[in-house]
């Protein structure tokens, strides 16, 4: 009984401490994320399912979006078509790929989201 109360419930207390450190190290919502790839320069391309097909085009310079074009032209018009700019904008004020949804253009916010994470990925950013 010693053993356990002297040696095991320390190890066990400093262990979880430990492992929880780590914790929490994803930018909340809204928060603009900072480059982890600073050496990528470059631009990707990909697409996903909305409404039709959504393919999202970013710009990266060392690791920030520069420039981003969100073509929707298989969105339906004046809903997901009209969102494609608002979205493309937020990505690059955010320098991030998972922005606010436009209000009544829920699947081709979605869809761009999705597709502006992959572009992230195949970059090696991280957000």
């Known amino acids: 009984m010693f053993f356990v109360k002297k040696v095991i419930v320390p190890f066990l207390i400093c262990l979880t401490a430990l492992t929880m450190t780590g914790c929490g190290n994803s930018p909340a919502s809204g928060t603009t994320a900072e480059p982890t790839s600073a050496a990528y320069t470059g631009t990707q391309e990909a697409t996903a399912s909305g409404m039709g097909e ?3 085009t970013i710009t ?3 690791g920030v979006v520069t ?6 032209a298989n969105e339906t018009p004046d809903i ?3 969102a494609a700019p608002t979205l493309a904008k937020a990505i690059v004020e955010k320098n991030a790929p998972i922005v606010d949804s436009v209000s009544g253009a829920t699947v081709t916010s979605d869809a761009v989201v999705k597709a502006a994470k992959a572009c992230f990925d195949a970059a090696g950013i991280k957000y």
Request: one cysteine or more.
């Open 54 to 56: 959504v393919k999202v």
């Open 60 to 62: 990266f310079d060392k």
């Open 67 to 72: 420039a981003c074009d969100v073509d929707a």
């Open 80 to 82: 997901g078509q009209l």
